[in-house]
């Protein structure tokens, strides 16, 4: 069955960088979209970056674009998240998905992992 497993979370200040990963499994992976997302508690879910099977489109939420770098090698079954210029208010458990219907949005997907913690501090 699909399996997405995210890593690279932790804990960094105000202006640092950190770099998710997401090894998937289970399904054809490079015939699929892939989204990360976040959730922080009390707040709505919020689609950060989507990418296109090869990885030739990208699309980012207002809030993250220039910061954030989604990338993906269809090699290793892995999807990441390069984020620079971290802040406060990037602070949320950040999750990878897919959407193995085939549509490609940063709100639509049927499959998710389990999530990676980001904290900023100021």
């Known amino acids: 069955q699909v399996q997405l497993v995210e890593s690279g979370g932790g804990s960094v200040q105000a202006g640092g960088s950190l770099r998710l990963s997401c090894a998937a499994s289970g399904y054809t992976y490079s015939g699929y979209c892939m989204v990360w997302f976040r959730q922080a508690p009390g707040k709505e879910r919020e689609g950060v970056a989507s990418?296109?099977?090869?990885?030739?489109?990208?699309y980012y939420a207002a809030s993250v674009k220039g910061r954030f770098t989604i990338s993906r090698d269809n090699a290793k079954n892995t999807l990441y998240l390069q984020m620079s210029s971290l802040r406060p208010e990037d602070t949320a458990m950040y999750y990878c998905?897919?959407?193995?219907?085939?549509?490609?949005?940063?709100?639509?997907?049927?499959?998710w992992g389990q999530g990676t913690q980001v904290t900023v501090s100021s």
């Open positions: 990418i296109s099977p090869n990885g030739g489109r990208t």
């Open positions: 998905a897919t959407d193995t219907m085939g549509r490609c949005s940063l709100y639509q997907y049927n499959y």
